[in-house]
């Protein structure tokens, strides 16, 4: 009699929890570290929670600081670091995003914090910048038709609020921006204790924090509070507008429905950035 002998063996995943690192750090308001094991390059991400909700001066000036922070460290002539960057404002937000290989860890996340540091670049050419706002706006605004309507809403429902702000601006603002303003604000936005670093990749804690050591900090500024999120009243609100958009070839029902968070420490916009990366992980790494 023979007796076949049958071993099964399962894998064992890592579970959600596992590939998510908390890092306490006396400079940052959080910082995250998401495993994701097959990666060939880290990518970072530093979000100020500071955007158009918090800027007290002409509507989108925000937006024009953030280019303006990125091109500071940059310099411009950079070339090779734009093209392995991003940057962008929102109402709640400013978010700034590096990638490259292990290599580089300490050198990038330099680089991104550095866009806390007082600008440096020529008069000239930080003027000449309001030029590149206008021709993002010109590629996207312009040719949108719903933006109009969506500002619309924005304002039949927060009337008189910061959230019905354009991070997007218009023409006429931008061609009016004031250095001495975006100055000021960049000071007050730019303030590393009200920022979250998430950082993505096959890279070690150990191997973070060692970075995180070897970095060059800023002076701290004095940070600009966080404008309160407004709460929306309770019930619906209805209003009702006809707009006449010509590129819009029949009628269209456009609504807005806002649904209530229970309070987090961070802003909207990173935890979604949270989120999102911790669940790409886990979905790459599903627990056994």
Known sequence: MSVALAVSTQAVSESAADLVSTIQHPNFQHIYLITDRDARSFEARLIFQNGELDNPYAEGLAHYVEHLAWLNVTQSTDFEALRHSNAWTNLTSTAYVTHSSETWLTKELQRLIEVS???????????????????????????????????????????????????????????????????????????????????????????????????????????????PLPTPEVGNKR??????????????????????????????????????????????????
């Not at 429902?157 to 100055?183: G, H, M, Q």
């Not at 006449?244 to 802003?267: E, H």
């Not at 950035?273 to 886990?282: L, M």
């Open 117 to 227: 540091t007082p600008f440096t670049l020529a008069e000239r050419f930080m003027l000449e910048e309001r030029d590149i706002i206008l021709r993002e706006y010109e590629a996207s605004v312009a040719v949108n038709p719903y933006f109009e309507i969506e500002q619309n809403i924005n304002k039949a429902i927060y009337p008189s609020s910061p959230w019905a702000r354009s991070v997007l601006e218009s023409p006429t603002e931008i061609e009016d921006f004031s250095l001495i303003n975006a100055k000021k604000l960049h000071r007050k936005s730019h303030e590393l204790g009200n920022a979250v670093l998430i950082v993505t990749g096959n890279i070690s804690k150990t191997t973070l924090q060692k970075a995180l050591r070897n970095l060059n900090f800023p002076k701290p500024a004095a940070p600009i509070a966080p404008t």
């Open 239 to 288: 209003v009702a507008a006809d707009i006449q958009v010509a590129r819009l070839g029949s009628p269209t029902l456009f609504y807005r429905k806002l649904i209530k968070r229970p309070p987090a420490q961070m802003r909207p916009f990173a935890i979604k950035q949270f989120e999102f990366y911790a669940q790409r992980s886990a979905h790459l790494y599903p627990a056994g």
